[in-house]
């Protein structure tokens, strides 16, 4: 019988300190809020990221291909049967599906938005954007709620307004470093109604006050979905709350950041110091036992799907091993992009 992460994780002590490395170096705000966090969840959590950054990092490194992305849905389907590959994300990721019963279905979103990312899709309507931001943020919120145990789908519904919050506020403020890279997230239906012509715009890009006005328009998406979210933390464990409200708080002071600069996020990039995110967490200690539950409505309607999957989900034993031969072919594709991975020195 293979052993289950309830009973012998995967993740050795040592995998566990890589995954702390991955999220040090790729996510200040991640981690400064991370220390909030209980130890039991805080370790998980680390897992989740470092799982969530190779799997972007992959995409990245294979310009993008759709077979970078094939060889992640196996190493997913791998953790998911509780046979993961040998590597730390790996490993934390098996742990993480398997002790807090997360429906794959909910990282199988995260790879299929990264994989819009790799096609270079564009968002017509912000209800495009709600949904690309459903798969690659709003799913992280889910399973860091799942994380801390709560399953609530009111609770989940605010997980997935966070992380929309979150990702519109990363849109925001990186609006000149995709242009640079001949990409574009704001919605086209608000820049056209803007008279922002998105060809010339990204040719040249220039921070014009019809850029800035949508610019601001999505920062305003942003605080609503913030307001939102807000109660959901009251239905998070006590010991859970001033990490997830200081998390809330650092994003949206990017916002804060932008607006500050005139919603010019084409010459400069929006960022909070060291100083100001000390802050935000001290007041996240003082606020969090006071903040209260009252916003009661469903999820956005193109993260309804996230929910659902909690809802409907069992757990399930994991299967017996298949044979060798099943797994040879897509195993040795694996090993290479690791070996690539590797060599980026991603986890050093």
């Not at 909030?36 to 680390?46: G, H, I, T």
Request: charged fraction near 25%; proline fraction near 7%; glycine fraction near 6%.
């Amino acid at each position: 019988m293979l052993p289950s992460s309830s009973d012998r994780p995967f993740a050795t002590p040592e995998d566990q300190r890589r995954c702390r490395a991955a999220i040090i170096t790729g996510s200040k705000t991640f981690y400064s809020a991370s220390k909030l966090l209980p130890n039991s969840v805080r370790k998980p959590a680390y897992g989740l990221y470092a799982f969530c950054r190779l799997s972007d990092d992959a995409i990245d490194l294979d310009g993008g291909s759709l077979q970078a992305l094939n060889r992640l849905y196996f190493r997913l389907d791998r953790c998911h049967r509780g046979r993961p590959l040998p590597n730390p994300a790996d490993r934390a990721m098996a742990d993480l599906l398997s002790a807090h019963a997360v429906p794959v279905a909910i990282p199988e979103a995260l790879l299929e938005g990264l994989g819009w990312d790799a096609e270079g899709r564009r968002y017509e309507t912000i209800s495009d954007l709600h949904a690309y931001a459903a798969r690659v943020a709003s799913t992280v919120g889910v399973m860091m709620t799942l994380l801390m145990d709560v399953r609530k789908p009111s609770a989940l519904a605010r997980a997935c307004d966070l992380g929309a919050a979150m990702q519109l506020t990363n849109i925001a403020r990186d609006v000149g470093e995709d242009a640079r890279n001949g990409r574009i997230y704001l919605p086209l239906q608000w820049l056209d109604e803007a008279g922002v012509d998105v060809a010339g715009f990204l040719s040249d890009p220039q921070p014009t006050a019809e850029l800035r006005s949508v610019v601001a328009r999505l920062l305003e998406e942003a605080r609503r979905l913030y307001a939102q979210a807000r109660s959901g933390i009251a239905e998070l464990p006590r010991n859970c709350r001033p990490a997830i409200l200081a998390a809330s708080k650092i994003y949206a002071d990017i916002g804060r950041e932008v607006a500050d600069a005139g919603f010019d996020s084409v010459t400069r990039r929006a960022h909070t110091s060291g100083r100001r995110k000390l802050q935000l967490l001290a007041e996240s200690l003082v606020e969090a036992p006071r903040i209260s539950t009252g916003w009661d409505a469903p999820a956005l309607p193109e993260c309804a799907f996230l929910v659902d999957a909690v809802t409907t989900h069992r757990r399930r034993p994991i299967p017996a091993p298949r044979g060798l031969a099943a797994f040879t072919a897509p195993f040795v594709r694996t090993l290479a992009l690791f070996e690539r991975l590797e060599r980026a020195e991603i986890y050093d």
